[in-house]
């Protein structure tokens, strides 16, 4: 009996160890090595050699050198957000503007400071315009006053580690 309780721990820790690898965010903390953009309503954290981005319409716009990735801040998508709201509104902008649009991932995480927040990972063709196989993640978050907000990193496929994905997403922070 011993032997098989064991296993069935190990089993368990297998699993939380698996998924401790995919940030589920909250931390707000800025890692080291990272600034701090802000985007009036939220800020996020970027490592420190991410230059100023191509989208000038988003509240931050910031990319990592040679163009690998692009970090971009859109407020203000709706008022009286609801948590049902988050992944439809995150993915009508997502699956019209990417090529080959798959979802490979939903969950609802912790952001701190918002009242809801919820991560959509997704793949996608023609990365930056070019035939290169991208990927992304979405955050969206529901603000204090009710108000829907997207972080939207996205980078060419093989591109940015995934623990730097990990600690952007960790670090937004909802004013």
């Known amino acids: 009996m011993g032997a098989k309780r064991s296993t069935v721990a190990a089993g368990v820790l297998a699993i939380i160890a698996a998924t401790a690898g995919c940030s589920s965010g909250g931390s707000g903390r800025t890692p080291s090595g990272y600034v701090r953009g802000d985007a009036k309503v939220l800020t996020v954290a970027y490592p420190k050699d991410w230059r100023r981005g191509p989208d000038g319409d988003a509240a931050l716009s910031v990319q990592a050198p040679?163009?690998?990735?692009t970090l971009s801040v859109?407020?203000?998508?709706?008022?009286?957000?609801?948590?049902?709201?988050?992944e439809a509104t995150i993915e009508a902008a997502s699956m019209m503007n990417a090529g080959n649009y798959h979802r490979t991932g939903s969950k609802p995480i912790k952001v701190a400071g918002a009242k809801d927040a919820l991560r959509v990972d997704f793949t996608f063709s023609?990365?930056?315009?070019?035939?290169?196989?991208?990927?992304?993640?979405d955050v969206g978050v529901i603000g204090g006053d009710g108000t829907m907000h997207v972080?939207?990193?996205i980078w060419r496929r093989g591109g940015l580690k995934d623990d730097v994905v990990d600690d952007v997403i960790d670090s937004i922070r909802v004013r």
């Open 126 to 137: 023609g990365f930056r315009g070019t035939g290169a196989p991208g990927q992304a993640a």
């Open 74 to 86: 859109i407020t203000e998508l709706g008022e009286r957000g609801r948590p049902e709201m988050l």
């Open 151 to 153: 972080v939207r990193l």
């Open 66 to 69: 040679r163009q690998t990735a």
